[in-house]
């Protein structure tokens, strides 16, 4: 039995993005008043039916945008109708009726699917008056809302209902909650042996993530462009390969602080952020024409404070120096990154060409290894033998300022495997002064532990505790 997919269609700002949100019950889709904020389809499981169903968020039909983007994002509405098995057309009541909704209407009355008008806006009975104007739209099932206020999403939940059953849709496992305010995206979901990975894919504007992800799903799924900051969302796309469950996520690229001009690209790069953070594994996609630069630095950055399993993806390596040998331009590369990301020493690095769809195999290759590789810790005892015969060979120094060594009473392992099906263990280090852990003797720790433990992608995490020895 498959699941029904609704498609939310409409001319710009009449609040698609929020009835998405409220309909999958989280703020994923960015909401503002800016006209063609959502460019992308996004795509999520509805939370306000008794019936499984996915919706998907499309770009405003007909938005005249200020760079470039309008056909591009009529193209994916159209792609999302023509996918889908029911659409809501939605229109802002409170507006008269636009030579782009009559448009839109003539083309969904073209279409076989059943569509509902979604008269968004509705904040008060008054705006209802306004129904004999859109009755000229020619659509006999319709519904007033209020995204915004959550006026009206009972009845457009008992609607849906009628439609996903005539659709054999599925009856779902958790009790509706039409009236539900949406909740913010959290960073942390629970998992299980059957959870899908959640694979971040980030990197500066422009680096190629949607070409990767197009490349990878063999389908113009995310709006590719030359201009920086097309992908405004993190979109979350389901992928299975080789048996595998992914979700893709794919995220805005982050500009530095200083030049994102807008409130929509600020938001953007948090969204990018909390991406990370919500993530199994990363995906930080390397622009090799143009070399690692100090944007890239920085997400980098983010990735290894979070802890992340990471991947290095070089990409437009067809770029690079395509005249010099095969071989040299791999070394040249590798050596490139290695002392430019020198703090994601842990991560492998896949070389590939979004372009010419070359090198994805090595992408699934190194995270089916990372999984793997990540249950690869030593026990107890063998830990503790390792980092006293580490500190035995290269003794701590005496802290300038306390006047005293560090001393390792005992270390354990600690993993948390309910928020990630990559787990990433954490080195408790009981201490005599954890204050005495400088920087640079804990990463000959790290590094003593990695040079036993076979766990490629994953960071080495110490977390040492300060505790009371009497003598």
């Not at 993806?313 to 010099?324: G, Q, R, S, T």
């Amino acid at each position: 039995m498959s699941t029904p997919t609704i498609a939310i269609v409409g001319r710009p700002n009449v609040g698609k993005s929020a009835i998405f949100n409220r309909m999958v019950g989280r703020r994923i889709a960015i909401v503002h008043d800016q006209p063609g904020v959502t460019r992308d389809r996004l795509c999520a499981p509805v939370r306000i039916t008794d019936y499984e169903a996915l919706v998907v968020d499309t770009g405003g039909i007909g938005s005249t945008l200020d760079d470039g983007f309008a056909s591009q994002v009529t193209q994916e509405a159209d792609i999302a109708m023509n996918a889908s098995d029911f659409i809501m057309f939605v229109c802002d009541c409170r507006d008269h009726l636009t030579p782009i909704d009559r448009s839109i209407a003539a083309q969904l009355h073209k279409s076989k699917v059943p569509v509902m008008l979604i008269l968004n806006k509705a904040d008060s009975e008054k705006q209802e008056l306004n129904l004999g104007e859109f009755a000229q739209l020619g659509f006999s099932n319709y519904v007033f809302t209020s995204a915004a206020h959550g006026r009206g999403f009972a009845q457009l939940a008992d609607k849906l209902n009628a439609e996903l059953k005539s659709l054999g849709a599925a009856p779902c496992k958790a009790e509706a909650d039409p009236n539900a305010t949406p909740e913010e995206e959290p960073d942390k979901e629970e998992t299980s042996a059957d959870s899908p990975i959640k694979v971040a894919i980030v990197g500066r504007p422009n680096a190629g993530k949607s070409s990767l992800v197009n490349a990878i799903l063999q389908d113009k799924r995310t709006i590719v462009s030359n201009v920086a900051g097309t992908t405004r969302d993190a979109i979350d796309i389901p992928y299975t390969r080789n048996d595998q469950s992914f979700v893709l996520i794919d995220t805005a690229g982050m500009r530095p602080r200083s030049k994102r001009d807008t409130s929509v690209e600020v938001f953007s790069a948090m969204r990018s952020e909390k991406a990370i953070r919500r993530s199994d594994i990363c995906l930080l996609v390397i622009d090799m024409a143009a070399g690692v630069t100090q944007q890239d630095r920085r997400i980098g950055s983010i990735i290894a404070k979070e802890c992340k399993p990471c991947i290095i993806i070089v990409n437009k390596f067809d770029l690079y120096c395509p005249d010099a040998p095969l071989s040299a331009r791999k070394d040249a590369v590798k050596e490139h990154i290695k002392e430019n990301l020198f703090f994601l020493d842990y991560a492998p690095i896949a070389i590939v060409s979004a372009k010419e769809g070359s090198g994805l195999e090595s992408i699934f290759k190194s995270i089916a290894r990372v999984q793997k590789e990540a249950l690869n810790m030593p026990g107890t005892g063998e830990l503790n033998r390792l980092l006293q015969r580490a500190m035995e060979m290269n003794p701590p120094g005496q802290h300038r300022v306390l006047k005293k060594r560090l001393k390792l009473f005992y270390a354990t392992t600690a993993v948390n495997e309910k928020y990630t099906t990559i787990p990433v263990p954490t080195y408790v280090l009981f201490v005599n002064d954890k204050r005495l852990l400088t920087d640079s003797y804990a990463q000959y720790l790290r590094n003593t532990i990695r040079s036993r433990i076979k766990a490629a992608g994953v960071p080495i995490v110490l977390s040492p505790r300060s505790r009371v020895r009497n003598d």
